[in-house]
Each structure stands twice: as structure tokens, then as C-alpha cells.
């Protein structure tokens, strides 16, 4: 799907007038558990839980290279690096950004438990809805793995279809 298409789609399903506006919704949708806009995302996307379309929106419309050097993972990189922890369980990701690496060791082996670490906030939203789109059990931890300092932490409950997300307090 190109990057316009995919933009606009995304912003009609969250309702939103500037793609900036996107990550606020992602992180409300996966907090009140809306397993509809869910549904529909999966339904946007054609089923293909196999590929991070947030990445794309992300690393072009939101990503800090300037100050963070953010740049994300390619996808055969990620594919390689998934197998090398095919039998790791949990999988632990260290800089997750919206998850590339997660979702792809969760398609080699998608029983696990997850637990991904990211300094940047923004993208966090992004990396929970990726999660709980896939169902997947586990941590996102927001927290700057350098300094060992972490600053919140969201839980992901296996549900039926769709993983509950919450702040552990």
C-alpha cells in the first residue's frame, strides 16, 4: 500500500485532520481496548499482521534523526534478527520504536511473551497498537535502557483477539 493511501486511510479510521494527531489515538484506542477501530485497522491492512504499516508512517512522518538518530529497522533485518531468538521466550527488544523486530519474531513464534523497551514516547502508541493488533502478551517498558532509568511501563494481557492494554502503576 503507498505511504499516501495508507495515511489517509489511517487518518480517516482514527478521525483525525492532521496525521500528527495519530499517535494520541492509537494510545486512546489501545487503552479503552476499542476492539472495533482494531478490527477495522486489521480489516485497513488486509489481514496482514505480517508487516509494520505504522513503521512506515512513523519513520516518515514522525521520526527525530536529528536528535535521536532515529532510523528503523528494515525488514530483512528484522526477519534475520527474529530468528536468531525464534526460541527465546521472553524475547526481550531493546529500542523497539513501533516494533519491526517484535513482529517479526512474533510471526516465527507468536506463544511468547514480549517485552520491548523505548526511550521515545511518541512512539510508543504506535509500538501498543502494533502489539495489541497481534495479540501479543508482554511489557512495553518506556525507559532509557542506557541510564537504566524507566519511566512507565504498560502491561498486554492476551484477550480473545485483541491484547488489553494497561498502565501498571
Not at 64 to 80: C, H, M, V, W, Y
Request: glycine share 6%; hydrophobic share 40%.
Amino acid at each position: 500500500m503507498e505511504l499516501q493511501t495508507l495515511r489517509d486511510r489511517l487518518m480517516a479510521l482514527f478521525v483525525v485532520e492532521s496525521i500528527h494527531d495519530l499517535g494520541a489515538k492509537l494510545l486512546e484506542c489501545v487503552l479503552i481496548n476499542d476492539q472495533q477501530k482494531m478490527a477495522n485497522y486489521v480489516k485497513l491492512i488486509d489481514g496482514d499482521l505480517g508487516t509494520d504499516y505504522l513503521q512506515k508512517i512513523y519513520q516518515y512522518y514522525y521520526a527525530d534523526r536529528e536528535n535521536l538518530g532515529q532510523d528503523f529497522t528494515p525488514i530483512s533485518l528484522a526477519k534475520l534478527m527474529g530468528k536468531f531468538v525464534e526460541q527465546e521466550d521472553p524475547v526481550k527488544d531493546l529500542c523497539a520504536g513501533s516494533g519491526a523486530l517484535t513482529i517479526q519474531s512474533w510471526c516465527l513464534n507468536p506463544h511468547r511473551q514480549f517485552i520491548c523497551y523505548e526511550f521515545d514516547q511518541n512512539v510508543i502508541p504506535f509500538l501498543l497498537f502494533n502489539l495489541a493488533i497481534r495479540n501479543i502478551e508482554g511489557q512495553v517498558i518506556h525507559s532509557d535502557v542506557l541510564k537504566q532509568e524507566v519511566f512507565k511501563t504498560f502491561q498486554l494481557e492476551k484477550g480473545e483477539r485483541f491484547s488489553h492494554v494497561w498502565i501498571d502503576q
